[in-house]
């Protein structure tokens, strides 16, 4: 699993986000590090996550 935040500098460059989104966004992606994937028309490559938030 990837966390990533665009920071002030690019979220500014962001269409889809206010200038201060930075603030509120979180960007969390399934990743493969371990292995390379490769895809094909016939085989593609999948991956999958499942998020669960719990209210404290």
């Given at each position: 699993?990837?966390?990533?935040?665009?920071?002030?500098?690019?979220?500014?460059?962001?269409?889809?986000?206010?200038?201060?989104?930075?603030?509120?966004?979180v960007?969390?992606?399934t990743c493969?590090?371990?292995?390379p994937?490769k895809?094909?028309?016939?085989?593609?490559?999948?991956?999958?996550?499942?998020?669960?938030?719990?209210?404290?």
């Open positions: 699993v990837v966390a990533w935040n665009p920071g002030p500098a690019l979220s500014v460059s962001m269409g889809d986000m206010p200038d201060d989104g930075y603030k509120t966004f960007c969390v992606e493969c590090v371990t292995q994937q895809a094909s028309e016939e085989t593609p490559s999948r991956l999958a996550q499942t998020i669960s938030l719990k209210k404290r």
